[in-house]
């Protein structure tokens, strides 16, 4: 081999060599530096993490949200990043107190605890990150980021100025209601603690709210990376809640309250032909971005929460079993002696007045509990029990709101019934009730007999598909006949009355009640519950509306605090829900 | 000599010769490892490359997620009842009573319509994600399950899991 070709092979090889060299180099540059311990995540690069869907809106009829979800941050401490000889904790502490509020000294006890406890953790085991504050309001968060950064870039050079590379700012979303105390006492809320739903819809529909959490499998390998399936969203609802309508429902129970010192008000308002509750106003209601704020009293829907014995409101569901019975007519004369003996016990009228023989229609004008008794015992107790509980007294409505009260009815079944019961059932003594019971058996009346299933929800979106509710009915107790019978006599009861509810050009079907308060001493007219159910406009029900005031002092009696009530709702309502007084929509619709 | 060892020695090369072409062949070799370990280099830091885009738009989307609805949320307020009544107020306005207003029939209006919150639904933007096998399956994969699939259909049995 000459000398020429020996210094080839020698260059190729040299080369060969060299590069090989820098390959070994370079892998033995790799495996020593800091970064390889990066790599070792790579031999297990799979780990698993459980992906909560973000929680499904509510909105109203209309389309406004009534619950939806903001952007909130946890502020955290890396602990691996903090050296205390720097003097990091104490300015970390510092600057959270000083823009996000946490107390300095609760947030260097516990980074000191938590950094201790990882000293004497094995590897791997101990706490990465420390959580000394969440839900901080973007605002909060926002000028803390931006101080941090802006001190970092300062202290960048100085090795000996403390460092607030541990403060890990991270958003994650929280509960909002915009409308705050709108509707509190329907929507409920979520909890900070435990992130589930209570009392109203939240927590009725939670878990279709909350959606299903999914476990998904992630690689930190890049190359690993996987179509991740898209995790749903919970399920969206929207409510039959009229936003204005709920808004002016509680500006007028407010106001009723406030005037009438009240210690509480209700106003009820639902659809007779669908069972949708356009509206139900509570007081005390809550802001519902603040729930801690307020004691449990403030939770509960006082509407379906809580039966009360509503008194003579009752008597429309009694004289309407009677007509159904084909017992009595409109104009059926009863003589009224002022008392009647029921089983031993003695009813009174509520004036303790006789008024001689009467109609049915005056039954209901003069509210008299004789009468109404009379014809409890003409119908005989298990005919009479039978209508209370095919109108739904004493049962549950279902409807979709958390924590219903099925009130109470003690019927011939109950050991203790006595004929006694029967006759103070009959006037709505003795017998409890939610506002949404007696909507729903009112709703028979209103709508041509056939009873309807008040409820909450009109449609769900699930999975980016709107899910209309079908109507549900809730059975026939009366006949159509039966219904115009009684609307008709109520709306003769209520003119001749001149009563506080009459909303002028609009014909209205109504009944007041006033229901005396069980004390230990017995019944008393001291303390009070007073209502008022109508509907209107009778020959098209659109809607009937239930008020219900607590203990009203200025006045104990219904007819003269919740049917004015009433009528400034009616005066309202038409106005919200774009009905004519009646000659107008007549004449309207005959064009 | 005979003639064969004669046509041998005329043929034979120079050892020098046989070894450059040795070493010739062995480069060979190694240039063709060398290729297709630079593709698969290539690929694996494609493939990486886009790994890492897929992370950052899966961030990006539960970012943008938050953002619509903290945005959402943030609209509801602006128009919140007690928002819409103070705005109300200052512009003058007042709430009308029963006897103030002007019903009127318009012909065609359907009047205000329901809530309608559904998009498109979700079912078909999934499908459309998914990806095609071409983009999942690594050669071998494909060539055992078509060979399953060729062992199904020849009544043979299963030969052996694809993926």
């Known amino acids: 081999v000459n000398k020429e070709v020996r210094w080839r092979f020698t260059f190729v090889g040299a080369s060969f060599a060299f590069v090989g060299l820098m390959i070994i180099f370079q892998m033995i540059r790799l495996q020593v530096s800091e970064s390889a311990r990066d790599l070792e995540k790579f031999d297990d690069p799979w780990y698993e993490e459980v992906i909560y869907p973000v929680r499904g809106q509510i909105f109203d009829r209309w389309g406004t949200l009534l619950a939806g979800s903001k952007v909130v941050y946890e502020v955290g401490l890396e602990l691996n990043y903090i050296d205390l000889e720097r ?11 000083d823009y996000v509020g946490t107390k ?115 690689s930190s390998n890049p190359n690993m990376v996987e179509e991740m399936r898209a995790i749903p969203p919970g399920t969206s609802l929207i409510l039959t809640i009229d936003r204005e309508i709920q808004a002016t429902a509680e500006a007028i129970i407010d106001e009723a309250v ?91 009228n509520w004036d303790r007045n006789a008024r001689g023989v009467v109609t049915m229609t005056d039954c209901l004008q003069y509210s008299l509990n004789t009468c109404l008794a009379q014809l409890g015992l003409d119908l005989t107790p298990v005919v009479f029990y039978r209508y209370m509980h095919e109108f739904g007294i004493g049962d549950p409505t279902y409807i979709d709101l958390a924590g219903e009260d099925p009130g109470s009815l003690r019927d011939t079944n109950h050991p203790l019934w006595s004929w006694s019961d029967l006759g103070r059932n009959t006037f709505g003594q003795g017998v409890s009730s939610t506002v949404v019971q007696m909507l729903k058996a009112v709703s028979a009346l209103a709508n041509n007999g056939q009873m309807v299933s008040p409820h909450l929800v009109k449609a769900m979106v699930v999975n980016g598909k709107q899910h209309d509710i079908q109507i549900q009915s809730a059975g026939n107790p009366i006949a159509k006949k039966t ?17 506080d509810a009459l909303v002028p050009g609009y014909t209205i079907a109504g009944k007041t009640g006033t229901g005396e308060i069980a004390t230990e001493e017995g019944y008393t007219l001291e303390e009070t519950n007073a209502s008022f159910v109508g509907w209107g406009p009778v020959d098209d029900p659109r809607f009937i509306v239930y008020v219900w005031l607590e203990k009203p002092k200025t006045d104990i009696w219904g007819s003269k605090t919740a049917a004015k009530v009433f009528s400034r709702m009616v005066e309202r309502l038409v106005v919200l829900m774009n009905l004519p007084p009646d000659e107008l929509r007549l004449t309207l619709q005959g064009n | 000599m005979n003639r064969g060892q004669q046509l041998i020695q005329a043929y034979r090369q120079a050892p020098w010769r046989q070894q450059v072409q040795w070493i010739g062949l062995f480069l060979i070799g190694v240039i063709f490892l060398a290729v297709i370990a630079g593709l698969y280099l290539s690929i694996t830091a494609r493939a990486a490359e886009h790994g890492r885009r897929i992370q950052a738009i899966r961030l990006a989307k539960e970012t943008t997620e938050k953002e619509i609805q903290d945005l959402e949320s943030r609209l509801a307020e602006l128009t919140s009842i007690e928002r819409m009544d103070e705005i109300t107020d200052e512009m003058g306005f007042h709430v009308v009573n ?3 207003v002007l019903y009127l029939i318009v012909p065609g209006y359907p009047g205000r319509q329901l809530a309608w919150e559904a998009t498109q639904p979700e079912g078909e933007l999934e499908s459309q994600a998914d990806l095609p096998p071409e983009f999942t399956q690594s050669l071998l994969e494909w060539l055992g399950e078509r060979i399953s699939q060729w062992a199904g259909e020849a009544g043979i049995g299963e030969l052996g899991g694809s993926r």
């Open chain 1, 104 to 218: 300095k000294k609760e947030i260097v006890t516990n980074a000191r605890v938590a950094i201790a406890e990882n000293e004497e953790a094995e590897e791997g085991e101990g706490l990465v990150l420390l959580v000394v504050d969440d839900y901080v309001p973007a605002d909060a968060a926002q000028r803390l980021e931006e101080y941090i950064t802006q001190y970092n870039d300062q202290t960048w050079n100085d090795a000996n100025a403390p460092k607030l590379w541990a403060i890990q700012i991270s958003p994650h979303l929280a509960r909002s209601y915009p409308e705050k105390d709108l509707a509190s006492n329907i929507l409920g809320f979520v909890s900070l603690m435990d992130g589930r739903g209570h009392f109203g819809v939240e927590e009725y529909y939670d878990g279709v709210l909350a959606g299903e959490p999914q476990v998904v499998k992630l």
């Open chain 1, 483 to 499: 219904a115009r019978q009684i609307t008709d006599m109520l709306v003769v009861s209520l003119e001749k009355e001149s009563s």
């Open chain 2, 98 to 100: 029963e006897n103030q």
């Open chain 1, 87 to 97: 003097g990091d904790l104490p300015k970390i502490a510092e600057v959270i107190h």
């Open chain 1, 258 to 348: 406030d005037q009438m010192g009240a210690d509480t008000g209700t106003i009820g308002i639902m659809d007779p032909r669908t069972g949708e509750i356009l509206a139900i106003a509570t007081t005390p209601r809550l802001d519902l971005n603040e729930y801690w704020e307020y004691n449990e009293g403030y939770f509960p829907n006082r509407g379906v929460g809580y039966a009360y014995e509503t008194g003579s409101v009752f008597k429309v569901l009694t004289m309407t079993m009677a007509l159904n019975e084909d017992l009595v007519e409109a104009n059926t004369t009863y003589t009224d002696y002022g008392v009647l003996d029921v089983g031993g016990a003695l009813i009174w």
